[in-house]
């Protein structure tokens, strides 16, 4: 079946400091990507959705500026939190889909985010 | 605006019991509707995807209905097991973009 990988599983970091977490397809091309967040015991909330060659299309309330997306090939986005501050820590989750609405969505692992 | 809901919240059952989740949807203009399991601090794994056109779907013991003029979708479990524990949650594109989840159902299977 489809794969998708997240990369890094985990991260602690320090306040003010960025992260910039992978999303890769490994075996299909994802024409559009989704990267999700996800707060304890609360369900997944779409933060922004991806198509390759194109600028993100954010969410009401995400802040694009803080959130860098960049879905520069047909297998890979990139987020980037900048700047990340105690209150971004949370479980972000990528999603891949290829091609039509009603393909499916194969999703990563998810990328547990801690900042101190 | 597509809102999701699932219920119950959580559920304990004793193994082997058969059991079903519920998933309603506000609005039933859908390209389909996928039924996925989260394990704790874990990412998604898809169970079912139900198209529009379909009124289910079956996967081993899993078996997912869905009735787009109601807003209902159900997730059947038949036998459960205590590898079955996990959140089930549903999800619909709305528009092709916006993929809405439920809250999801938090089950306990006991051995």
């Known amino acids: 079946g489809a794969v998708v990988s997240q990369h890094p599983s985990w991260v602690i970091c320090k306040s003010g400091t960025s992260v910039k977490i992978e999303c890769r397809s490994l075996?299909?091309?994802?024409?559009?990507m989704f990267w999700y967040r996800q707060f304890p015991k609360q369900s997944l909330m779409l933060m922004a959705t991806s198509n390759e060659g194109s600028k993100a299309t954010y969410e009401q309330g995400v802040e694009k500026d803080k959130f860098l997306i960049n879905h520069a090939s047909l297998t890979l986005s990139t987020l980037t939190v900048t700047s990340a501050h105690p209150e971004d820590s949370s479980f972000y989750i990528c999603?891949?889909?290829?091609?039509?609405?009603?393909?499916?969505?194969?999703f990563g692992d998810g990328t547990r985010l801690s900042i101190l | 605006k597509q809102e999701v809901t699932q219920i119950p919240a959580a559920l304990s059952v004793p193994e082997g019991e058969n059991l079903v989740l519920n998933c309603s949807f506000t609005?039933?203009?859908?390209?389909?509707l996928q039924w996925f399991r989260q394990d704790p601090g874990k990412g998604l794994t898809s169970l079912l995807l139900i198209q529009s056109s379909q009124r289910e779907q079956t996967s081993g013991r899993l078996n997912a209905s869905l009735d787009k003029s109601s807003g209902r979708s159900t997730l059947y479990i038949a036998a459960s097991q205590p590898g079955d524990s996990a959140t089930y949650l549903c999800a619909v594109p709305l528009g092709g973009q916006n993929f809405v989840f439920g809250p999801g159902t938090r089950l306990s299977v006991l051995p």
């Open positions: 999603s891949a889909r290829w091609q039509g609405s009603n393909q499916p969505q194969h």
């Open positions: 609005d039933s203009a859908i390209y389909n």
């Open positions: 075996d299909f091309q994802a024409t559009t």
